[in-house]
């Protein structure tokens, strides 16, 4: 049977997610300085992987409810959110946790340039 393997399936499907979240808005940035680029929020996790209130290392909250889920600052649209854990079995046999964290996001944002957009951004 020919057909795409599940760790071809996970990297393609990441690669677009990350080109979703970071590749449109800079080449949007390449247009005009700030066009299209939107604002983080001011909290998230520092380098060990502590969460903190501003100045993170990467601009996203706890998925759970109570936190920010939109990692877009000035977001209004609609959050989907999605937080599994549970574990796999290597084709070694050994066994490991993992603990994945998805996000996307559709709706209008205020850019850096402080112009209001519209857009679709995903977090994997």
Known sequence: MSGISRRDLLG???GLAVG??????VLAAAT???TGVPNPIPGGFDAEFNL?????????G???PGFEMST???FN???AAAEIRGTAVGSDGSQYSFDADMRFMQGTFV??????????FAFV
Do not use: E, N, S, Y
């Open 77 to 79: 649209g609609t959050i």
């Open 111 to 120: 850019d850096t340039a402080k112009r209001l957009r519209h857009g679709a």
């Open 32 to 34: 005009k300085p700030g």
């Open 72 to 74: 877009i600052t000035d």
């Open 12 to 14: 393609r499907t990441a």
């Open 20 to 25: 979703a979240t970071f590749g449109l808005p």
């Open 52 to 60: 903190v209130p501003q100045d993170p290392v990467i601009h996203v």
């Open 62 to 64: 706890i998925p759970a």
